[in-house]
């Protein structure tokens, strides 16, 4: 099975290369859900990976839903040039109508401005395709799309509680595009997704760096409130397991 790590610096791009995974997906923000990386952070990460594992930058302007205004597909239209002129394999999209399906138009604008960039870019529609009312009934939109594949939880909170619907998603898209499972992914998911006809995984493999836990005699705060000191880093032990588990 391919494996795929979220990486949100250098740091976790060279875990992730350093470990055996076959790409990252790039992204800031993983705490709002991930975001679009700066051009420095792609810049950064492309030096240290050194070709090991490929890039694929998520494209997402802004937090919250996946309905977008005009300023918003403009604003990710340009990220998409940028990101893959630096070097990106490919880019992670997605765009929701209100009533709960993929936005064909909208997705094919920047879907096109992918391919007119590199014809040779991978397209993955990210976990919005979680919050359509039918996974499954979306990957034949997605193959007519050009995607090359889809991240997806089965619908669920987990991937563990959304295996069955995967595994209809694998039988829908039959090789024609690569059905991923990432969203609360367990490692003991995995023998289970390879039974349902998955050929890959993606973890964000993380775990949280705090200034405040590391200090000495540091009084807990009166209130719980978030710490100001944490942030996220990518987890060598969890990849290196990871990449264990999908062999």
Same mark, same amino acid.
């Given at each position: 099975m391919? /494996?795929?790590?979220v990486a949100v610096g250098a740091q976790g791009a060279a875990v992730a290369a350093e470990e055996g995974a076959d790409r990252i997906e790039l992204c800031s923000a993983l705490e709002l859900g991930g975001l679009t990386p700066s051009q420095g952070l792609m810049d950064a990460a492309q030096e240290t990976v050194a070709g090991r594992l490929e890039i694929h !930058? /998520?494209?997402r302007s802004r937090p919250g839903d996946f309905l977008y205004s005009s300023a918003d597909l403009d604003t990710m239209n340009r990220e998409i040039r940028f990101l893959l002129t630096q070097g990106a394999h490919g880019v992670v999209i997605? #765009? /929701?109508t209100a009533a709960g399906e993929i936005d064909v138009q909208a997705t094919r604008k920047l879907a096109d401005a *992918?391919? =007119?960039t590199n014809p040779d870019a991978q397209l993955t529609f990210h976990r919005a395709i979680d919050q359509t009312r039918e996974p499954a009934t979306a990957v034949e939109q997605l193959v007519e799309l050009g995607f090359t594949r889809v991240l997806s939880s089965g619908g669920a909170a987990t991937v563990g509680a959304g295996i069955t619907t995967l595994g209809r998603m694998a039988q829908r898209a *039959?090789?024609?595009? =690569?059905v991923m499972a990432g969203g609360g992914l367990a490692l003991d998911d995995i023998p289970a997704l390879r039974t349902a006809g998955l050929? *890959? #995984?993606?973890l964000s493999a993380r775990s949280t760096v705090s200034a405040r836990k590391n200090r000495d005699n540091s009084p807990? !705060?009166?209130d719980s409130s978030p710490d100001p000191t944490a942030y996220m880093v990518t987890d060598r032990d969890l990849v290196r397991a990871a990449r264990a588990a999908v062999r």
């Open positions: 391919k /494996l795929e790590i !930058p /998520l494209i997605g #765009v /929701l *992918a391919l =007119e *039959a090789g024609r595009l =690569e050929s *890959a #995984v993606h807990k !705060p009166a």
